[in-house]
């Protein structure tokens, strides 16, 4: 509302009348009018009140004294002046499109409201607002009462905005990551184009318009949807959130997105926006990372990462159903020696042929893995009873025994399987898997080519095996293992040497014999500590027995087959020669057949070196392994030892001479020296020299003695 003033004068016409004075000054440029009610607000308006000509230079014929602020210029310089005019401030750029508005409004007699920019005093360039509104004055002129208010801060901040609203949706429209808002109802609101190019659209309007669910029509798993909005509502946003979606054209890709809420004051959902970015390539490769993490990657089968897994999941599938997971464990006969003989690449060929078939023989819901080297593990969850459970053994049993061509040899595989029950035999895998290599581990001693279920006895065998194998590892440390000396005699019962023969005398365990804890060293490694320790006990020994007929008696060690790989083998025999000074060649180390069939060419390389430092080596228990004659021909060796179990009996002649004849034979041909073993009986001791044996030993002579009472035995030779 306006105020009434004291002192102004009433209008005279038009809808704006100017107040003559307010501080007593002469009405003057400000205009022959004025309107007492609202003088104060003319002369203190912001802005400027006019009244002009309608012409094109838009003479001014009265202003309010805000022009001097507006525009620099005084009122009386602005009315009546030649130079001055509305049209005059106008900034040149703004000239035509002003002129045209006022012409359009003057036109239809209607108000005109425009921004322009004008040029004031100083050159500053104010944008203004011009309202005004055509009528004609007393003297009939066209005129024009108008008000420009200064409206430059709030065109500034225009602009400003736009220029920043600009840069946003470049930000938006150019990005190579895709943005987008999405509605609660699953449309997308906008898009940019990176997310229209990523999901094979032409156009961001196009992926909007086509796209009328996100949950059903980009997703793969619907439930995606879900889960991306229950993430938001409860942590606000979701990150690096990665899911499988469908593209335009039907193909698939893995998509990371991040995304938040957009709330309005009140609190209500308005939008989700976000980014999304293609990581199909990343996820592609941690797929092949996953999958070679879990799988081995020869036989493509899964391995014991996953084997985990599975078992976990049997065991809660019978858990629920209360019924059984059979785990077996699957051992390959043989597998060393086909790898050694023939060669890895043909071992690969086997394994992944075996792992083919054992594909073939389980249903799709069991699972077998690759437990290492030649091991397999099958688990199969839901076995309806120990029936089935036993014809699915049967069937891998003779789908592995199939004959099969390698590296140009037809062959026959055999395996032996320990199978183990949860939850009968145990609740976790490691101990499923201990007890099945328990089982199986008894299969393969009562024959190859068997399957084993576990009992609760054969647990006591290996809580045995184990508390025999930890007081071993003392035996070795504390040097309690001693060793024994079996005497070896020619046909005329002189004394030639001895073979050392380890003892152990256990506290807790009584006498062991070598015949149990040998084997278990073997598989243990302990061999390696024992044989070290045999061999120098036995050179120190050897060295120090008095020369019998001027010669320097021999003393045989027996070797094992991890010593045989041992690298530093020949080093340790030279080391040992060294140190006791024993002649090499009163030195033999017994080798066994089966130690030859491992990988021939390396065991002759190693022979070799030994013999070079002059030492003799034996095979010992000959005929009972599967030595191939022609290898024979090759090994560096001198010594056959006949196998105890030939020579017992073989004096009732006939077949069970046979044998012992023909080794006594086969090494004459051969150039090798011949020992008997395990001689008890004159008979036998006959029998054997008549036909060539050249040394013998046996309880007939000697039973193994211990080192002390060596020297009265070889003093009882001399005498
Ligand atoms: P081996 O090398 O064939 O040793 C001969 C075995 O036959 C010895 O058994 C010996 O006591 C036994 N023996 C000798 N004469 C007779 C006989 O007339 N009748 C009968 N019934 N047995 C006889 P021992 O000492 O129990 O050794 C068994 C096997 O343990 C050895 O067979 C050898 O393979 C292994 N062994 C013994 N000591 C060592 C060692 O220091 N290192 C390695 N690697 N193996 C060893
Ligand atoms: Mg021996
Ligand atoms: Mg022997």
């Known amino acids: 509302m306006l105020a009434h003033q004291r002192n102004c004068n009433v209008p005279k ?27 104060t607000l003319f002369f203190n308006l912001d802005g400027m009140l006019f009244r002009c000509l309608v012409s094109e230079w838009r003479s001014l014929l009265s202003v309010s004294p805000g022009c001097r602020d507006l525009t620099g210029y005084t009122a009386e310089e602005l009315v009546g002046g030649t130079n001055l005019s509305l049209a005059s401030l106008l900034h040149p750029e703004d000239c035509a499109a002003v002129r045209g508005t006022i012409l359009a409004a003057l036109d239809t007699g209607v108000r005109y409201c425009m921004e322009y920019r004008i040029v004031c ?326 024959g190859k080519g068997q399957y084993h279920f576990y009992t609760r006895d054969l647990n006591q065998i290996v809580q045995d095996r184990f508390v025999l194998e930890s007081a071993l590892q003392s035996a070795i440390e504390r040097n309690e293992l001693t060793v024994v000396y079996q005497p070896k005699v020619d046909a005329a019962s002189r004394i030639k040497g001895f073979e050392a023969l380890v003892r152990w005398n256990s506290a807790g365990h009584g006498l062991v014999t070598p015949d149990r804890f040998i084997p278990l060293a073997e598989e243990t490694g302990q061999i390696l500590a024992i044989g070290e320790q045999v061999l120098y006990a036995a050179c120190l020994a050897a060295a120090n027995w008095p020369l019998i007929d001027g010669q320097t008696l021999s003393v045989a060690v027996n070797l094992s087959a991890r010593q045989l790989k041992e690298p530093r083998l020949p080093a340790m025999v030279a080391d040992a020669l060294l140190v006791s000074g024993l002649p090499p060649d009163c030195l033999e180390l017994e080798i066994t057949e089966s130690m030859i069939m491992g990988d021939v060419e390396h065991t002759i390389h190693v022979l070799k070196s030994i013999k070079a430092l002059g030492v003799r080596i034996a095979v010992d228990d000959f005929g009972t392994g599967y030595s191939s004659l022609s290898y024979l021909q090759r090994l560096p060796i001198d010594t056959l030892k006949i196998d105890r179990s030939f020579v017992s009996g073989c004096d009732r002649g006939g077949k069970a001479m046979a044998i012992p004849h023909a080794i006594i034979f086969l090494g004459k041909t051969l150039d090798l020296y011949i020992v008997a073993e395990g001689v008890e009986t004159e008979a036998e001791l006959a029998m054997l020299s008549v036909c060539g044996c050249d040394e013998f030993q046996g309880y007939l002579f000697s039973r193994p003695m211990q080192a002390a009472a060596v020297a009265d035995y070889l003093q009882g030779c001399l005498s």
Request: with cysteine.
């Open 13 to 39: 016409a038009g809808f704006l009348a100017w107040p003559a004075q307010r501080t007593g000054r002469a009405l003057g440029a400000l205009g022959p009018l004025a309107m007492p009610a609202m003088s």
């Open 121 to 446: 005093r100083d050159g500053e360039v104010k944008w203004v607002l011009e309202r005004g509104i055509g009528l004609r004055d007393d003297a009939g002129r066209q005129i024009i009462e108008g008000y420009l208010e200064d409206i430059t801060d709030r065109v500034q901040a225009q602009i400003q905005l736009a220029e920043t609203e600009l840069r946003y949706r470049s930000i938006f429209e150019n990005s190579v990551i895709g943005m987008f808002q999405s509605s609660e109802n699953g449309r997308y609101l906008a898009a940019n184009q990176a997310l229209a190019t990523l999901y094979r659209y032409p156009t961001p309007e196009a992926l909007i318009s086509s796209l009328a669910d996100i949950a059903t029509g980009l997703y793969v798993d619907r439930r995606r949807r879900d889960d991306f909005k229950r993430l938001i509502q409860h942590d606000g946003l979701v990150s690096h959130f990665e899911s499988e979606v469908l593209c335009r054209d039907g193909s698939r890709i893995w998509i990371s997105e991040n995304a938040h809420a957009v709330y309005a004051p009140d609190g209500a959902l308005l939008y989700y926006e976000g980014t999304v970015e293609d990581v199909t390539e990343r996820h592609r490769y941690q797929s092949v990372l996953q999958h070679q993490s879990t799988h081995d990657p020869l036989t493509g089968l899964p391995n014991r990462n996953l084997l985990q897994d599975r078992l976990e999941q049997a065991v809660q599938l019978a858990q629920r159903q209360v019924s059984k997971v059979v785990l077996a464990f699957i051992d390959l006969d043989n597998f060393k020696v086909i790898n050694d003989s023939l060669g890895h690449a043909a071992g690969d060929e086997l394994l992944i042929e075996i792992a083919a078939r054992l594909r073939q023989v389980l249903r799709g819901v069991d699972t077998v893995a690759r437990y290492g080297g030649d091991e397999f593990v099958l688990i199969m969850g839901d076995q309806a009873s120990c029936e089935d459970t036993r014809h699915l053994l049967e069937r891998v049993l003779s789908s592995i025994q199939e004959p099969l061509a390698l590296a140009g040899h037809a062959l026959r595989i055999n395996c032996s399987i320990g199978v183990s029950v949860y939850p009968d035999d145990a609740q976790d895998l490691d101990s499923l898997l201990r007890v099945a290599d328990v089982a199986m581990y008894h299969a393969k001693k009562s």
